[in-house]
């Protein structure tokens, strides 16, 4: 309350999560709750009590077309109030952030608003006029639209703006199709070069398992649109491997059927509360006009240090230096759990995820500011990546088994400046290879990825003392310190929204 | 082909020093760049002394290895990659301008590791040490990349110091090469190179009749070869042969080069941006300066 480094909204926010978490949270089993406790099993400090989707995939086409009438808003006409409409729209749709994690496919909805005669200039103006309201109205880099996968005046224009702007918000998503035009990915380099923008992702692959209507929100999470998901939950494999004295085999086959019934547990809790008591679904505007349905929904089921329980577990079978990333055993290993939590997962059916056909969808979580010492995800840990082309040879093989996301980041030097067609023949490489979503990190960029958001390097600097205008970066600042991003130092701050409260 | 191989380089063998499976700066998109080991050129500003010559096998490398990876089988230094620690402690050590590591490898060989890395290409490069010294190879390698690879293109990156049969016997399978020109001066060029440029000016105008010149590569190092007058006329005589040429001016970095007689001094960023302003007075070139 008497701090000084929060402003007004940020501590309404903060003051709403403590209420949450004063009431009484959806009934577990002992186990469930032990696991919780001991953040074996996690629910990303949602808060206790659900009332609200995780991820919510407005139908933003189907709005547009149809009008809202909750909000009394018409179908636009043009370009001025289409933009405006979106705008207002963005302030009603819900989150565990309270900002909306996905915008829509912007350039596919804009494209039929602009006029031939309005030129590149006046549309770059107005497009980077919303930009700008975007990122203050919205400030969060989980916050997130979608661009492509085909060529356009629209997503010409948001390169362009997004390079002249250099803003945290949006983060981007550019999907990728064979058909996707060269000249585009090379377009969308050249703002990876200034922004760290955009992620790319593998579009016949999500097409292939959610159908023409998906999108990539938040911190590269996959789901449908008009659609979402209702929680995540996630497993902890390194604190798992640690409950764990054996090897391999009795890890696959004992211990991860317990630990995954009781992550779909927590799961099962959360959802039902959502949908059964608050009634999400039956009242809120999006779901009672038509813009999100229900069945579309789904449990979003995240593990993460994938590396340290691989690596815990070659210890057990006495390979002490076989490591995830550098060693065909460890990698093999890799494979194995994440394809055995992949089977469990689909024998475990969930109410009201219709989604996921019933079941949860998995995901590759990159990770929160609290995760110590644990790696993001299926990731290889960070300073220890192989070279590019073995690091994709030995991630690419478990990106299929992530439909509701996973991600990684290559590290690549400066030089690459001068020749962006290098990164679009690695961009093709990695998608022909079965990446699902990447991106990359510059050396010399002022934008730096921390787990999967992104943040600019001097907003970390005297976050503590002075605070920050996108919650995010509180995140970041404690996130950075935890996963050896950089070496600089940062003094510690806690973020309200995901962390614990107090 | 009239080219001679060095020995240990036959048209299925060629001396590798080594491989890199992406490069960004060698050439168009991301390539695979094999280098070769030997060159005719003994220049003072070389950054990877160790490519110049052959092993000779003294085995003096053999005293600065901790780890085992050399030993000695049959009068040869041998070289075991598994033990390496790649210090490059043998490279430092060696009197001889070569290194241990370098070794003959087969166009198959060659090719499997190219196929592990062909999805992620725009094409191969062969670099060195000096590659057409070993062009029977570079013909049997680029030959292998088309018949398997048509999409992947096959540059040259050369000293330029090759006679006419060389380039003429690389033509069907070379989609372009990338040329240094380290002095139009030819009494500085023996200075800087320890060779006339004669060749290297024939080859410049050859391979761009050809449409085959990718760039030309111009390094300077400040007070030495960068005069305003060298560089102008440099810049005239490119012009005369293509005035809209791709052309990368490389500030000298004293990074890896041996001591040299001749003071080697790094241009600083205000003397790199008044070459090209020197050689954009003379024609509209494809500049770049790094």
């Known amino acids: ?502 | 082909m009239s080219t001679l191989p060095l020995s240990g380089s036959s048209a299925s063998a060629g001396l590798v020093t080594d491989v890199i499976e992406f490069s960004v700066v060698d050439g168009p998109g991301n390539r695979f760049v094999v280098f070769l080991q030997g060159c005719n050129f003994d220049c003072l500003a070389c950054h990877n002394p160790y490519t110049i010559k052959e092993c000779i096998d003294c085995g003096i490398c053999l005293d600065v290895c901790t780890t085992g990876a050399l030993t000695m089988v049959a009068d040869r230094v041998v070289w075991t990659e598994s033990l390496c620690t790649g210090t490059d402690a043998c490279i430092a050590a060696c009197p001889y301008d070569s290194t241990p590591k370098a070794r003959p490898q087969a166009v198959a060989d060659v090719m499997a590791r190219i196929r592990r890395a062909s999805g992620f290409l725009s094409g191969v490069t062969v670099s060195g040490g000096e590659a057409t010294q070993q062009a029977g190879f570079v013909h049997a390698l680029f030959s292998a990349v088309k018949a398997e690879f048509p999409r992947l293109t096959c540059f040259v990156d050369s000293n330029g110091a090759a006679d006419v049969a060389v380039w003429d016997g690389l033509d069907d399978v070379m989609d372009a090469a990338m040329i240094d020109l380290k002095c139009l001066d030819d009494a500085l060029h023996v200075q800087l190179t320890g060779k006339s440029n004669r060749e290297v000016l024939s080859s410049i105008e050859l391979l761009a009749k050809r449409g085959k010149l990718y760039e030309v590569r111009l390094l300077l190092m400040a007070g030495l070869n960068d005069s305003d007058e060298l560089l102008a006329q440099t810049g005239r005589w490119l012009a005369g042969i293509d005035p809209t040429m791709r052309i990368k001016v490389i500030g000298y970095r004293a990074h890896g080069v041996r001591p040299s007689a001749l003071p080697l001094v790094e241009p600083t960023a205000a003397q790199r941006e008044h070459y090209a302003d020197v050689l954009r007075a003379e024609a509209p070139f494809d500049l770049l300066v790094i």
Not at chain 1, 31 to 60: H, Q
Not at chain 1, 246 to 273: K, Q
Not at chain 1, 381 to 392: F, V
Request: net charge negative.
């Open chain 1, 1 to 502: 309350m008497n701090s000084r480094a929060i402003g007004y909204d940020q501590k309404v926010r903060r003051l709403a999560a403590l209420a949450d978490g004063v009431l009484p949270y959806p009934a577990l089993s002992t186990d469930a709750r032990e696991a919780l406790d001991a953040r074996i099993i996690c629910d990303m400090f949602e808060g206790d009590r659900p009332f609200t989707p995780r991820y919510v995939l407005p139908d933003y086409a189907k709005a547009l077309r149809q009008g809202v009438k909750y909000l009394e808003l018409e179908a636009p006409c043009d370009l001025d109030d289409a933009l405006s409409f979106l705008t207002i729209l963005y302030s009603q749709v819900p989150s565990v952030t309270t900002y909306p994690v996905y915008l829509g496919d912007l350039d596919s909805l804009l494209e039929p608003y602009v006029p031939a005669e309005l030129s590149d200039e006046q549309l770059d103006a107005k497009l980077r006029r919303w930009w700008i309201q975007l990122d203050r109205l919205l400030p969060d880099a989980f916050v997130h639209a979608n661009i492509g996968p085909h060529d356009g005046r629209v997503v010409r224009s948001i390169f362009r703006v997004e390079r002249s702007l250099r803003q945290v918000v949006p983060n981007l998503t550019l999907k990728v199709s064979p058909e996707t035009p060269d000249d585009l990915i090379e377009d969308a380099v050249r703002t990876v070069f200034v922004t760290g923008k955009p992620h790319f992702v593998n579009h016949p692959m999500m097409v292939a398992d959610h159908g023409a209507e998906y999108a990539v929100v938040s911190c590269y999470n996959s789901l449908k649109t008009r659609g979402g998901a209702h929680s995540l939950v996630r497993l902890n494999l390194k604190r798992a491997v640690e409950r764990h004295p054996g090897g391999l085999d009795s890890f696959c086959d004992d211990s991860l059927p317990h630990w995954v019934e009781l992550t779909a547990e927590l799961g099962e809790a959360r959802i039902r509360a959502l949908v059964e008591d608050a009634g999400f679904f039956e009242s809120n505007f999006l779901s009672t006009e038509g813009l999100i349905e229900q069945e579309r929904f789904s449990l979003m089921f995240g593990i993460f240090g994938l590396a340290e329980c691989v690596n815990e577990l070659m210890v057990h079978e006495g390979h002490v230096d076989a490591r995830y990333g550098h060693d065909s055993r460890a990698n093999a290993a890799a494979h194995r759990i994440v394809a055995r939590i992949s089977e469990l997962v689909k024998q475990r059916p969930l109410p009201y995820c219709g989604g996921g056909d019933g079941f949860a969808y998995l995901h590759s979580q990159s990770g929160i500011d609290l995760d110590l010492d644990t790696t993001a995800g299926t990731r290889i840990p960070i300073g220890d990546e192989p070279g590019m082309l073995e690091h994709i040879e030995v991630v690419a093989p478990i990106h299929e088994l992530f439909p509701a996301g996973i991600s990684d980041i290559f590290h690549v030097e400066e030089t690459v400046q001068r020749n962006p067609r290098a990164m679009v023949d690695v961009i093709r490489g990695a998608l022909a290879a079965g990446m699902r979503d990447f991106t990359f990190n510059l050396d010399s960029n002022e934008f730096i990825r921390i787990t999967g958001y992104l943040v600019r390097k001097s907003d970390l600097i005297g976050v503590e003392e002075h605070g920050a205008r996108h919650s995010s970066d509180y995140l970041a600042a404690t996130a950075e310190i935890n996963h050896t991003v950089t070496t600089r130092a940062i003094k510690r701050v806690i973020a309200a929204e995901l962390s614990p409260i107090g």
